[in-house]
């Protein structure tokens, strides 16, 4: 019989000016292009490992994948379990990593909605489990990279709140003060909700 796996999944808005779908689709073609590795924490890093770009229509799904790593510094101190103490030159000597192997190595899966510039990706399978707030600063680097920057512009992104989230928060019993950041929606049909936000 087999097992129930349970996955949740986490979302970014991703928000690019002109906006239009091609816009998106070239934009994360683009940032996988620069296989960048990007610091997230500690000596974890992220990098998109790959992405299977729409054939025929700009408005299809794109999918792929992001691998998390540790990436360790070769001038980090390595401790002798045998001796209890740290390794000396000598025994260093024998450590022989090549230098593109990361060890710790784990993918998550996304799928990017060039029409809602919507990424959904794994937050939690098994016992496997990311932060979005990490993937959001992953992505923040990658788009303020230089050549990001030059072909795209300024591109915003942002993690999409549990709609439960604000009642949970409100209802906390000795609450005072409430501070709400609020990003307009883009201009693209969503005009009727500036009223609402007001």
């Given amino acids: 019989m087999s097992r129930e796996r349970r996955i949740t999944v986490a979302g970014l808005n991703i928000v690019a000016h002109p906006h239009s779908p091609d816009i998106y689709c070239r934009l994360i073609q683009t940032a996988f292009r620069l296989k960048k590795p990007v610091p997230v924490h500690g000596e974890q890093s992220l990098l998109m490992s790959s992405c299977d770009l729409p054939r025929e229509e700009k408005t299809d799904l794109i999918k792929g994948a992001i691998a998390r790593f540790t990436d360790l510094s070769p001038d980090l101190s390595w401790f002798n ?11 260093l000597k024998s450590i022989s990593i090549p230098e593109g192997l990361k060890p710790n190595f784990h993918p998550f899966w996304f799928v990017f909605d ?3 510039h919507t990424l959904v990706f794994e937050q939690k399978l098994s016992s496997f489990a990311i ?3 990490i993937v959001a600063k992953y992505f923040a680097s990658l788009f303020s990279d230089q050549i990001m920057v030059g072909k795209f512009g300024h591109i915003h992104s942002s993690v999409i709140s549990d709609h439960g989230e604000l009642e949970k928060m409100l209802s906390a019993p000795h609450l005072r003060e409430v501070r709400i950041l609020v990003n307009r929606p883009n201009p693209d049909g969503l005009d009727s909700y500036d009223a609402q936000f007001e």
């Fill in 131 to 133: 932060s979005p707030n």
């Fill in 81 to 91: 379990l045998g001796k209890l103490d740290k390794a000396d030159d000598e025994e």
């Fill in 114 to 116: 060039p029409v809602s």
